[in-house]
């Protein structure tokens, strides 16, 4: 099952595009950009989660 690619920021609403380096996520999939991952100390708010850097959904060649 894929991960699903919430494209803005849960706190700040920022925009995370499917290819940004700039989003972090939890195990539930919570969305974070880099800037409130950083404030939240790498914490999920929601769940208490480690927030780890979303891997990135390149196109297809």
Same mark, same amino acid.
Do not use: V, W
């Given at each position: ?5 919430r494209?803005?920021c849960?706190? *700040?609403? %920022?925009?995370?595009?499917?290819? !940004?380096?700039?989003a972090?996520i @939890? ?5 974070? *950009?880099? %800037?409130?991952?950083?404030a939240? !100390?790498?914490r999920?708010?929601? @769940?208490?989660?480690e ?7 390149l196109?297809?060649?």
């Open positions: 099952m894929p991960l699903e690619m494209q803005i849960e706190r *700040c609403q %920022a925009p995370l595009p499917k290819d !940004s380096e700039a972090h @939890c195990s539930y999939e919570c969305t974070f *950009c880099s %800037a409130c991952a950083e939240m !100390s790498g999920c708010p929601n @769940c208490g989660g927030l780890l850097r979303r891997p990135r959904r196109p297809r060649t």
